[in-house]
């Protein structure tokens, strides 16, 4: 079922504006794309590549207090 709720979930974030979804499929799904180093030196540069891992984390918390 795992795998099911992933395929809805890659259909919906394909379904955003191209930017939009390369930020939300390496968020939440973890699959990046060639520009992913570009990317990531961009947001070390800015110093917010934090954001993304807490945020990951975060997610990752709120699935495991869900399905209590």
């Known amino acids: 079922w ?7 979930l890659l259909r919906r974030i ?7 979804s390369r930020y ?13 180093d570009g990317m ?3 947001f070390i540069a800015l110093g917010i590549f934090h954001l993304f891992s807490v945020s990951g984390l975060h997610l990752f918390a709120l699935k495991i ?4």
């Open 2 to 8: 795992l795998y099911g709720v992933r395929a809805w």
């Open 14 to 20: 394909e379904a955003l504006p191209a930017h939009v």
């Open 24 to 36: 939300a499929k390496g968020l939440l799904l973890g699959q990046v794309d060639g520009d992913a």
């Open 40 to 42: 990531r030196q961009t």
């Open 65 to 68: 207090v869900s399905e209590k």
